[in-house]
């Protein structure tokens, strides 16, 4: 029976926020570097420049970013001669503010006249002179502020305050109900007992350690919940819904143009590391409680096909405008990637895993990589599906480009490769998917003006996604392993933050660009995977040391979303555009309104899933 409500519950769901999808529209695209009118009104990230030539020659000025790795300046616009008698000739330019800019201005006899980095601010106003000095051939630049930017860091300072102020309150809140005046008061008004039973995780399956000892004689529910996973998945998604949302329209909330990290690059690989956690957790303890491993892979199979499918309905809204044409759909995309990742991780743990845990003596001379070696054959076929993804990378020829071209394509690498957007992973998937059944704006687009579609969840990249959810599976045997052994547990988390993090320095040569593999999102590169598995690992013992070790902090406000993780990840992508997660603004060029408007829906899907953890309500696939 509870089956059964649970496939209503689902098929509920999905009819709701399939008429819900119907009304949503897509965000505008950002503006980019345009000459600049009287009539314009600044916008955010963009500053005014007025060039201003004392020269009697015709000028072209160019803009690079120094953001942008060996890229060709782009001609911004022409800078009238002076008069041969009569007033400096001027011209208005709208330039961004992000990262600094190199400023080149070539005549049309000399290249080059002259050459100014600067880093403008947010609606400033500045004007770059253009001299001569004593020769008649040399030319002098000299940038003046006309008007001093913004600061548009100051609403996110004020809103890191109030959130502070809110959780040093809850923190005395919780300080204070413990005090048995303060119970006795709370119990007489009728306080209510806060669950601790799991209903919930990101995959509808439990994150529980049971006492491999006294599993014959408790019941199957008995079990005790690793909040601590809870919170790092909560924290991740919070994160997530705020970036989609729009980050309050700060760079560092946007995905990468290409290589690097910012913080909007972090949160779906953590997913994916929890992903494989709660995978290793919530198997173990099926096998344990003598459930077939045919039926666990039938369940691991149905809910990746329902990861797939909710997956490719919410990022195709459009066929509510009339009949879904196939020759648009796009089919990868981050549910689509996470259902794929949960099977192929899931069927190899099932494929390995002991129907009971093996209880070595510390004395055993492998004792201290047993939670390694007993899944050895796991492992291989890991390591040869990376073998598989470097040879790929590497070595397999794409027309028109350089084996084992890594770069974004466009403007990119002086120009040289511009339709060689990703290298072979955007080969295969154009190749395999076609051109439009793939993302068809890239981060890379804005940036490095690239024109060639690439899917950052594409075929390729998928491989590594493999790899961290498996970084992850190794988290939870070493809490299965180790269960109760908290310094055995903190110690190897740290020993495996340490050694992928000595492997990204290796991979990246400490540089952005400059290693063998950088860091890169849209790839999913090697690289990328070991630093953020680094961080997961040095992040979950935080989680795990103050949550559940300590217990200096409950988890709260992110072990609600955490435990509610695809019903706020699916709601959120739904009702973007409603109210109250959306309304017309007074000033849609302000920082502040954005990050208002995106704190204040990001808190409501908290709030959402407090009230739904409360009303024991979880949507689980």
Same mark, same amino acid.
């Given at each position: 029976m509870a089956s059964e409500r649970e496939n209503r519950w689902t098929i509920c769901a999905v009819i709701v926020f399939l008429i819900a999808i119907c009304a949503a529209h897509?965000? /505008? $695209?950002?503006?980019?570097? $345009?000459?600049h009118r009287k009539t314009s009104v600044l916008k955010m990230d963009e500053a005014a420049l007025s060039v201003i030539n004392e020269v009697e020659e015709e000028m072209v000025l160019y803009v690079l970013s120094d953001h942008c790795y060996q890229c060709l300046p782009q001609p911004l616009g022409m800078i009238p001669a002076r008069p041969t008698s009569g007033t400096p000739a001027s011209v208005g330019f709208v330039v961004g503010t992000q990262h600094a800019l190199t400023l080149l201005i070539n005549s049309t006899t000399t290249p080059q006249q002259c050459k100014v980095n600067f880093h403008f601010g947010e609606q400033g106003n500045y004007s770059l002179w253009v001299k001569n000095l004593n020769e008649p051939s040399q030319i002098n630049c000299e940038m003046i502020t006309d008007s001093d930017p913004i600061n548009s860091y100051l609403p996110i300072l004020f809103a890191f305050l109030v959130f502070a102020f809110l959780a040093a309150l809850s923190a005395i809140w919780s300080t204070v109900k413990r005090l048995d005046a303060v119970t006795n008061l709370l119990i007489r008004l009728g306080g209510t007992v806060e669950t601790e039973r799991l209903i919930n995780s990101e995959l509808g399956t439990p994150n529980r350690l049971v006492d491999a000892s006294t599993e014959s004689i408790i019941p199957a529910t008995t079990g005790r919940r690793l909040r601590s996973l809870d919170t790092f998945r909560g924290l991740s998604l919070v994160i997530m819904v705020f970036v989609n949302y729009g980050g309050g329209r700060y760079w560092f909330f946007r995905h990468e143009s290409w290589n690097g990290l910012t913080v909007a690059d972090l949160v779906f690989p953590w997913f994916v590391f929890i992903m494989g956690t709660s995978i290793g957790l919530s198997l173990s303890g099926s096998l344990r409680r003598g459930v077939k491993r045919t039926h666990l892979l039938w369940k691991v199979f149905w809910r990746s096909l329902q990861l797939f499918l909710i997956g490719v309905?919410?990022?195709?809204?459009?066929?509510?405008?009339?009949?879904?044409?196939?020759?648009?759909? $796009?089919?990868?995309?981050?549910?689509? $990637?996470?259902?794929?990742?949960?099977?192929?991780?899931?069927?190899? /743990?099932?494929a390995v895993s002991p129907d009971r845990l093996t209880n070595l003596s510390s004395e055993t001379c492998w004792y201290w990589v047993h939670d390694i070696c007993l899944y050895w054959p796991a492992w291989l076929c890991v390591i040869i599906l990376e073998t598989v993804w470097l040879c790929l990378t590497f070595l397999l020829p794409v027309p028109g480009c350089p084996t084992g071209y890594l770069g974004p394509g466009g403007i990119g690498d002086f120009g040289q490769y511009q339709n060689c957007t990703g290298g072979a992973a955007g080969y295969i998937d154009r190749w395999l998917l076609k051109d439009n059944h793939i993302y068809q704006t890239p981060s890379s687009r804005v940036l490095y003006l690239t024109t060639m579609p690439f899917d950052p969840e594409g075929v390729l990249g998928s491989i590594n996604s493999i790899l961290m959810a498996f970084l992850g599976l190794q988290a939870g045997k070493i809490l299965l392993h180790y269960r109760d052994q908290h310094r055995q547990i903190i110690t190897r988390f740290l020993m495996w933050g340490l050694i992928l993090g000595i492997i990204s320095a290796v991979l990246t040569k400490c540089s952005r660009n400059d290693g063998f593999i950088p860091v890169n999102k849209n790839l999913w590169s090697l690289s990328y995977v070991t630093t953020l598995s680094c961080f997961a690992f040095v992040a979950l013992v935080f989680f795990y040391y103050t949550v559940d070790v300590k217990k200096w902090w409950s988890g709260a406000p992110f072990f609600y979303p955490g435990m509610n993780s695809i019903l706020v990840y699916v709601g959120h992508e739904v009702f973007e555009e409603y109210f109250p997660f959306r309304w017309k603004m007074a000033n849609s060029q302000s920082h502040t309104e954005h990050l208002a408007q995106n704190l204040l829906a990001t808190s409501i899907w908290v709030f959402i899933a407090f009230l739904l953890y409360r009303k024991k309500i979880f949507w689980k696939i």
């Open positions: 897509m965000t /505008d $695209r950002p503006a980019s570097s $345009r000459p309905i919410i990022i195709n809204p459009n066929y509510c405008q009339g009949p879904l044409s196939w020759d648009s759909l $796009r089919i990868p995309g981050v549910l689509q $990637r996470l259902g794929f990742t949960y099977l192929i991780v899931a069927a190899l /743990d099932l």
